[in-house]
């Protein structure tokens, strides 16, 4: 497993703790989010600040993340994206849909603020 899952109370934050998100590890990433959610959990931070390295397949899991909060009335937020994985997600223009926030601090303050009404 190269992330973690710290489950509060009305979300979820998945920490990666690996330096790449790719075709070898991104496949379990996107099931997790798919157990979680029929779990039903539909608020879920993605923080990858120890990913260093992004691909497509690793782009692919966080839009299925991002679907699934989504289809759920729920919230997903990306933080910790390191400057290569932020310039990919700039390129790819995902910016203009994913919820991306600075730090850690500022998805959970966001999570809270949303999630509480």
């Known amino acids: 497993m190269d992330y973690t899952i710290e489950k509060k109370e009305k979300y979820v934050v998945?920490?990666?703790t690996s330096v790449k998100?790719?075709?070898v590890n991104a496949p379990d990433?996107?099931?997790?989010f798919v157990l979680l959610t029929n779990d039903g959990v539909k608020n879920i931070i993605l923080n990858m600040n120890s990913c260093e390295y992004c691909d497509s397949s690793g782009l692919s899991a966080i839009l299925v993340a991002n679907r699934l909060c989504e289809q759920l009335e729920g919230n997903f937020v990306l933080t910790g994206l390191q400057p290569e994985v932020d310039s990919l997600i700039k390129i790819s223009l995902l910016d203009t849909i994913l919820?991306?926030?600075g730090s850690i601090d500022e998805a959970e303050a966001y999570m809270e603020s949303v999630v509480n009404g």
């Open 14 to 16: 998945v920490t990666t």
């Open 21 to 23: 998100l790719n075709t």
């Open 29 to 32: 990433l996107k099931s997790e």
């Open 99 to 101: 919820n991306i926030k």
